[in-house]
């Protein structure tokens, strides 16, 4: 179709340039370097740079492409230098080769495919955003309003290129059960951390009964626990923590009442303002990507879809099973074939105010 290589080269000149969350000041940089050397005039506030069609007319539906540059910190196990962006073989290593580098050059080489076609029933917006790995504040949430009105979001995260229309939304809830401290040899006090094994025992058994289609039901795992700090003194406190995933038969504050309503614990949420969210099986995106052969599902992972007011699809290139893990990689076919699909679902496609 066009040319790859140059934006196969600028994955791995981000591979090389560290770039975890709050830190992305020089990746933003080497995207606003490369969209300038496009002959595209591009905006940045903070680490997120974003860039308009160039034929942007008022009163057209506006599609965005979205993906992120921000990456986790390493994790141990890595047996190569994660940000020497090594190609062996046509597999590119390197952290964020995969989450989510290889979707967000092949959402920028879409755009300047589309930016070049003569006509297209819709205005179009490149975005690479920031700390999208923490849902931080100076991400994609903190230039909405820059953006403006937009009909369609394209989120580029790794999913083989099927398309996710559906995705759990979060909610980390803050538990604390309380007691009364006594002494451990004599029957004195209340204990919190027997306080805290009921409401955790309830939550492990408890089912909500709607379940979603796609997403299926909502899930409460506690994760993590801590009470205690003197072996003969019975506890007075014991914290622990939930993680919820959320699905859209149930707001995360609905979510968050039913299991405040059964246990004794006091329980708060950290943040409420990550909700499921999904598009139409109608939506002519997903009835275009059906056409061409891809799949639906719903994904039980995080993205920016979740701060995102309006119509979005989950998209994009590479596995999210390597997302995270030591020698992260991306596969130079994917790229290409991502670019491809990207491409062949966008042109041509017709959607509405």
């Given at each position: 179709m066009f040319n790859k290589?140059?934006?196969?080269?600028?994955?791995?000149?981000?591979?090389?340039?560290?770039?975890?969350?709050?830190?992305?000041?020089?990746?933003?940089t080497v995207i606003e370097h490369f969209i300038r050397q496009r002959g595209l005039p591009p905006q940045r506030a903070g680490n997120n740079v974003w860039v308009k069609s160039s034929?942007?007319?008022?009163?057209?539906?506006?599609?965005?492409?979205?993906s992120h540059h921000d990456t986790v910190k390493p994790v141990q196990g890595w047996q190569r230098n994660p940000h020497e962006p090594n190609e062996e073989n046509g597999t590119i290593f390197g952290l964020g080769s995969n989450d989510a580098g290889a979707s967000l050059v092949s959402l920028?080489?879409?755009?300047?495919?589309?930016?070049?076609?003569?006509?297209?029933?819709?205005?179009?917006?490149?975005?690479?955003?920031?700390?999208e790995e923490i849902s931080g504040k100076n991400g994609i949430a903190s230039i909405l309003e820059q953006l403006g009105t937009i009909n369609l979001g394209v989120v580029g995260e790794p999913t083989q290129m099927q398309m996710a229309i559906a995705e759990k939304g979060l909610v980390v809830i803050d538990g604390e059960a309380k007691g009364k401290a006594g002494h451990a040899a004599r029957n004195e006090g209340e204990n919190a951390i027997y306080?805290?094994?009921?409401?955790?025992?309830?939550i492990q058994n408890y089912a909500f009964p709607k379940k979603s289609e796609w997403l299926g039901a909502v899930k409460?795992?506690?994760?993590?626990?801590?009470?205690?700090?003197?072996?003969n003194v019975v506890p007075d406190s014991c914290k622990f923590v939930i993680d919820v995933r959320t699905q859209e038969c149930y707001s995360n504050q609905e979510v968050v009442d039913v299991l405040q309503q059964h246990t004794q614990s006091t329980?708060?949420?950290?943040?409420?303002?990550?909700?499921?969210?999904?598009?139409?099986?109608?939506?002519?995106?997903v009835q275009k990507g059906k056409a061409l052969g891809l799949s639906c599902y719903g994904s039980p992972t995080l993205s920016d879809q979740a701060l995102l007011p309006f119509t979005t699809i989950k998209i994009g290139v590479g596995d999210s099973a390597r997302s995270h893990t030591a020698n992260e990689y991306i596969l130079r076919k994917e790229i290409?074939?991502?670019?491809?699909?990207?491409?062949?679902?966008?042109?041509?496609l017709e959607i509405f105010n």
């Open positions: 290589e140059p934006y196969i080269n600028l994955l791995k000149a981000l591979i090389a340039t560290p770039s975890f969350s709050r830190e992305e000041d020089k990746t933003a034929q942007f007319e008022a009163g057209k539906p506006v599609v965005l492409l979205n920028l080489a879409t755009f300047v495919y589309l930016n070049a076609l003569p006509h297209r029933s819709y205005n179009l917006i490149y975005a690479a955003t920031a700390e306080k805290a094994l009921q409401d955790i025992q309830w409460a795992t506690v994760t993590q626990i801590e009470a205690g700090y003197q072996h329980l708060t949420p950290r943040s409420l303002r990550l909700n499921s969210s999904g598009i139409s099986v109608d939506h002519p995106i290409e074939q991502g670019i491809d699909t990207y491409c062949q679902l966008l042109e041509g």
